[in-house]
């Protein structure tokens, strides 16, 4: 009987094609009859935000192309903003009856914590060539009373020795 040297490598690399033969399978499913094509799937999609800062203000923009905006629910609390909205998929198929797209179709829920408390009472949102603008004033921070809290000692009191 003769000694093989172990090549862990070796059985690492049987392990990478066999994870590359499923992920191969998975991607070039055919659809079968009355399935929905594996390209039409729902995808988790969030539009791109960019929130920004200033002395008084914050403004927050997000991407939502092609939305529109009956299809768009905006909330906000004094520290979140929480956007929701739906875009929605036209019924179109080719002679084939199987539908290509890259388009991202569904539901989204957006929750962007803010970095200060705003008024929520005047936030203004508009949109534009696909971009949500929403500009939320600060709420002016309540300035702390302080007060001088005086201390009682009701120690008992030790004479002194002499």
């Not at 991607?27 to 969030?46: A, C, D, F, K, N």
């Not at 875009?87 to 890259?102: A, P, V």
């Not at 936030?123 to 005086?150: F, I, Q």
């Amino acid at each position: 009987m003769s000694l093989i040297k172990w090549q862990p490598l070796e059985e690492l690399n049987g392990l990478r094609h066999q994870i590359n033969r499923l992920f191969d399978e998975i991607v070039h499913e055919e659809p079968r009859l009355g399935q929905v094509s594996p390209q039409v799937r729902e995808t988790p999609w969030m539009p791109a935000i960019e929130l920004q800062e200033t002395e008084t203000d914050l403004l927050l923009k997000a991407q939502v192309p092609g939305l529109e905006t009956d299809k768009l629910d905006i909330q906000v609390s004094e520290n979140a903003i929480f956007l929701t909205g739906e875009y929605q998929q036209e019924q179109k198929t080719d002679s084939k009856g199987i539908l290509r797209t890259e388009f991202h179709y569904g539901q989204f829920r957006r929750v962007v914590p803010l970095p200060s408390a705003i008024q929520r009472e005047h936030v203004t949102a508009e949109v534009s060539d696909g971009l949500l603008t929403l500009m939320m004033p600060k709420s002016t921070a309540s300035v702390p009373n302080v007060v001088k809290v005086p201390i009682i000692d009701k120690s008992p009191t030790v004479p002194a020795t002499q």
